[in-house]
Every structure is written in C-alpha cells, then in structure tokens.
Antibody, heavy 125, light 110 residues
Framework: QVQLQQWGAGLLKPSETLSLTCAVY????????WSWIRQPPGKGLEWIGE???????NYNPSLKSRVTISVDTSKNQFSLKLSSVTAADTAVYYC???????????????????WGKGTTVTVSS | EIVLTQSPGTLSLSPGERATLSCRAS???????LAWYQQKPGQAPRLLIY???SRATGIPDRFSGSGSGTDFTLTISRLEPEDFAVYYC???????????FGQGTKLEIK
C-alpha cells in the first residue's frame, strides 16, 4: 500500500523560502504525477503544482513565479520550494499522488488517490 | 480558468437522511475529469468519486456521483454518523494541466 510521508520546516519568517519534502513508500514512483496542495486555516484546498518522475512540472499560474517542485528518483522523493513567503502562505501543505487511468480510447480519469498527512506551515515575524 | 461553485455551503441533516451536494462549473467540464473528496477535521482529503460517477476503492455504495457538462452531484443515500465532514469537488484542466477545487460543502449533523 502506497504511503506518503512528508516533512519540512513549520515556522518561517516573511520573505523566507518554504521547503517541504514528500517520500513515497510501498509503490511505484514512475507512472504518476506527484502534487502539492495547500489549505489555509479554515479555508478550502488550493493546488500548487505537480511533477512526474522525469521532472516534468505543471504549476498553478497564480503561484508559478514563486514555486519550484523537484524530484529525486533515487530516493522516491519530491520537494516543494515556495519563495518570498508571507502570512498568506500560512497553511497546511499536503503532498498527493495524481493518477491518470484510461476510461477507454482517448478518455482518461484524473484524480488524487493517495495523500500525505499534511504539514502545518506558519509564516510569522 | 474554470471555477467550481459548490452548494449549499452548509447542509444540516440527520443520520439516515439523504444528502445531495452540488458542484457547478463555470464552463463545461469533461466528466472524466471530475472528482469528489471527503475531508474530516485534522485529516487529509480522501478520494470518494472519480470520473464523476466511479467510486474509489473501499468507498461504500451509499456514495454516488452523477452529472455532466457544468452540473455535478454527490449523493449520500443514507447518512451514517461518520459521513459528517466537508466535501470538495475537483476538476482537472488539461490545457495547461491544472487542478481546481470547489470551495467545499460542510455536511453537519442537524
């Protein structure tokens, strides 16, 4: 059974760089896209971006200028860096596995079926 | 950018009742790209439905999804105590690849 274990600094000052890592255990690392999602306190979910085992990335346009997602296939890990953080970046950050499954012909289902437990990141001076 | 609007914001029902949650897209979404998640306090979201109507592994059959185009529905046929949570719809956009979530519907015990 695939499990995602995530870690990283939980308290940052404004203008610092957020850095989180997610490790994949118990399953294949290739063949999937690996995402980061965040959730501000009391609010909804926001997708940050994704990466595959080859290093191909897709980012949320609203965060693209500050986000870097990287992969280390030797360790089955992927990482998130978010630069120049402010209080608005305070959130629980989740890593998740993105799956694309054929539904016939050119049809593919896309969804996130495995999630990490989340890391709380607080930005405060 | 496609915006997903969920309604109602909060739904108050009793165990045993039927719950109907709505997700409306600002433009047409492929059914294969629409998913639903359940989130309980302090927990990560859990995949319930993908492809608008397919249940994820281990999801009870009281959960069902339907819809197409711009209107999608998550139905819980008979509410169990453990079903009270927040529910999110999500769509995948292919050009460029992005994921968008609705703002969520909180299902609370009446």
């Amino acid at each position: 059974q695939v499990q995602l274990q995530q870690w990283g600094a939980g308290l940052l000052k404004p203008s610092e760089t957020l850095s989180l890592t997610c490790a994949v255990y118990g399953g294949s690392f290739s063949g999937y896209y690996w995402s980061w999602i965040r959730q501000p306190p009391g609010k909804g979910l926001e997708w940050i971006g994704e990466i595959n085992h080859s290093g191909s990335t897709n980012y949320n346009p609203s965060l693209k200028s500050r986000v870097t997602i990287s992969v280390d296939t030797s360790k089955n890990q992927f990482s998130l860096k978010l630069s120049s953080v402010t209080a608005a970046d305070t959130a629980v950050y989740y890593c998740a596995r993105g799956t694309a499954v054929s539904c016939g012909g050119d049809c593919y289902n896309y969804y996130m079926d495995v999630w990490g437990k989340g890391t709380t990141v607080t930005v405060s001076s | 950018e496609i915006v997903l609007t969920q309604s109602p914001g909060t739904l108050s029902l009793s165990p045993g009742e039927r719950a109907t949650l709505s997700c409306r897209a600002s433009q047409s979404v492929s059914s294969s790209y629409l998913a639903w998640y359940q989130q309980k306090p302090g927990q990560a979201p859990r995949l319930l439905i993908y492809g608008a109507s397919s249940r994820a592994t281990g999801i009870p059959d009281r959960f069902s999804g339907s819809g197409s185009g711009t209107d999608f529905t998550l139905t819980i046929s008979r509410l169990e105590p453990e079903d009270f949570a927040v529910y999110y719809c999500q769509q995948y956009g292919s050009s460029p690849p992005t994921y968008t979530f609705g703002q969520g519907t909180k299902l609370e015990i009446k």
